[in-house]
Every structure is written in C-alpha cells, then in structure tokens.
C-alpha cells in the first residue's frame, strides 16, 4: 500500500482554506516551505501573507524583509496578473510581547513592565516565548481578515511540538508557585504581608531579598504584579489561538528531513495533531536525493570503481562510481526511513521535495521548491 500524495496546490487554492501552518524539527525547511507556499498561493491568485521566523539573511533580503518591525510589506518580483499577491513579514518576537502589553493594560502601567529588567529578559529569553509570539501573532494576523491566507513557519525549536505547548508551558509560568510567592508583597501592599500569610512564605521573600537584594525583587514583583492583571488576557487568546488551529479553515504541513530525527519528531507531530483535532494536510519531505541512474546498484558501482582503481587507468570513472556507490547508498537509507513513516503513518499524504543543488535563497528557487511541493 502506498501512502495518498499530498495535493499542496489542491490545499493551498481551497477558499475554505485560510492558515497553512509549516512546523517540523530544526533545520528541515520549515521557512523556505513556508515562503514558498505563500508564494506560489499568491502566484495562483490568493492574497497570502507569510509570516517567517529568522529566515536566513539572503531569503530575507530576497522577499524584501529587511525590517524587523512586526509589520507585512508587499513583496516585490511577485508575478501579481492571476489577481494575487504576497505580503511577508519577520516576526520579532520582543516586539509582539511589547504589543501585547500595550494592548492589555493602561499607558503608564505598560511602560512600567516594558521599562523592567525582569520583562526584558523574559521577554527576549523565556523558552517557549517565541513559540508563543508566533502563535499571538498567526491570531492578530488571521483577525486583521485581509488576506485569504495566511502560511505560517515555526520557530526553529529543537523539537516541533514546543510550538504547540508554549501557550500552556506560559500559562504554567504564570500559575506556578515561585510566581505566587513573588506576588504576596505586591498583592497585600508591602510589608503587611508577612502578617497575613504563613511563615514559609515570609521566609522564602527573606531569602529571595537575600539573594537578590531588595530592589531587584521588588523589580520582579511589580512585573509578575502587572503580568497578573493581564493573565486572564493571555490565556483567553492563546485558547482562542488554539482554536483556531483546530479549525477545518487550518492545515497543517509537517515538514521532514529524510533524517532519523527528523521523521521521528515528524511522527510524533502528527500522532499529537490527531490527539489534538488539529487538521493535518500531510508531510513533506524535504531534501530528498534523486538519480537518474538507479538501475546501477551501490554494491555494483563500488565493485566497479574498485576493480578500476586496481587497474589503476581509469581514475576519473573509479571516481563517478565511488560518487554514485555512495549516492545511492543516501538513496537507500531515505526509502527505508520513508518505508518505516509510511509503514506507521499508511494514512497520511506525502510529497517529496528534491535536494536543490544549493540553498534557497530567491523567488526562482522558491518557485522550483513549490513546484516541487505541488507534485510537479
Ligand atoms: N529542498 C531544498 N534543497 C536545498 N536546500 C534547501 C532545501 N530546503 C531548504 N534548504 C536550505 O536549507 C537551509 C535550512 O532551511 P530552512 O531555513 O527553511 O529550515 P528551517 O526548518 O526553517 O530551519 P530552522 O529550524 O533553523 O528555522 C536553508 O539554507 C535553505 O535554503
Ligand atoms: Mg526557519
């Protein structure tokens, strides 16, 4: 049995579709899945925008992204005559935390958290923020309502499931204990606090203005202070986001290297996107070797080179076929690791992306790389 090829251009020309969301491990081609689905949805007539994260530099200058200000610019060079048209930006991650702060809370109580040295290095370093600010910001994107779609990329975690438990991992954050010892002071107004709350508590705020000196903590109980009173905030849209995600409007492509790790974490993802009602479009796996020439076995081609190296006449020719020998043995090793997802995963639609003789860097390469995604 053969796994369904998975139909991209089919997905992506749907009206009913409106957020294609690219995650995968690190590395695998997330972003450049990501700008190419924009692109060739736009090319095809839709008004996408794709919102990249840390693309690499010459992508980035390539698709106009030259300014990290959280805002999507029309992309230049886009073939606009079937009615569509591209817009793309580069998420900075700090300022859609700041954004969010703004939007929740009063002018002079935002600044107080934006000038605090606890949210800066929260909000610039906390595992799973970046995560997180994709996801709040695929919500504002989507919310704007004006574009048919929106293709989002991942960030570039180790492993692909963070992008899905970074709202709760926040939520936990903010739940956790540590932060509610914090909050006591601010919460009762001072020192009035140690009468009303038991001793364990008062000795833990008495070894953290210890530690920190108290300066410090009062720094970090006015932030967690002030990050409490929009708690309910945060929680509301990173819910309201997750919805979204399982809604029949989203589709999931989860991109692989043919890489051991890679399919690995590609089949976690898409058991836990069945557990959650998330709707998966299929896998794509990406950077997929090719050659004309399989009839031509590893072993023979090695047999080969090796009788000529003994010969010792034909160094150039031993040299193809120990090139070829090694080739098809990558070749080899890919169709079994494919074998083993298909095998798991018989189900799930599929489509190979060739290895590109060099990295993607401008539109003609992103429109070979779609091409290649739609099947062709
Ligand atoms: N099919 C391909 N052929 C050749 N090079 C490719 C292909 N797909 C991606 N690349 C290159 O591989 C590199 C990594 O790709 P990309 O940045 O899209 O991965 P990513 O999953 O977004 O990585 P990260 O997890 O770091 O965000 C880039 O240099 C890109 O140009
Ligand atoms: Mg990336």
Known sequence: ?????????????????????CCGSGGVGKTTTAAALGLRAAEQGRTAVVLTI??????????????????????????????GSLDAMMLDMKRTFDDVVLAHTTPERAQAILDNPFYQSLSSSFSGTQEYMAME?????????????????????????DFLDAPKRL????????????????????RAYL????????????????ILGAQVLKDVQTFVAALDTMFG??????????RLLQ??????????????????????????????????????????????????????????????SEDGAHPLTAGVLRVHAELMRVLEREQSLRTRFTAAHPRVPLVDVPAQPGDVHDLAGLRTVGAALAGG
């Open 1 to 21: 049995m053969t796994n369904p090829v998975l139909d991209l251009d089919a997905v992506i020309a749907d009206p009913r579709t409106r957020i294609v969301v």
């Open 54 to 83: 840390d693309p690499a530099r010459r992508l980035a200058q390539s698709m106009g992204l030259t300014e990290l200000d959280n805002t999507p610019r029309r992309v230049s060079g886009v073939d606009e005559s079937a009615g």
């Open 137 to 161: 910001k695929l919500g504002q994107l989507r919310a704007e309502d004006r574009w048919d779609l929106v293709v989002v990329d991942t960030p570039p975690s180790r492993s692909a499931l």
């Open 171 to 190: 939520g936990s954050f903010l739940d956790g204990r540590f932060i509610r010892i914090l909050m006591g002071p601010a919460r009762s107004g001072g």
């Open 195 to 210: 009468k009303v709350l038991g001793a364990g508590v008062g000795a833990m705020t008495a070894m953290l203005t210890r």
């Open 233 to 242: 905030g945060f929680r509301e849209r990173a819910d309201a986001t997750y």
């Open 247 to 308: 809604a029949s409007g989203t589709a999931f492509v989860v991109v692989a290297a043919p890489e051991r790790d890679a399919l690995r974490e590609a089949s976690y993802f898409v058991e836990r996107l069945a557990e959650e009602d998330m709707p998966l479009a299929g896998l794509v796996l990406n950077r997929v070797h090719r050659t004309g020439a399989r009839s031509l076995s590893a072993a023979r081609a090695a047999a080969g080179a090796e009788t000529l």
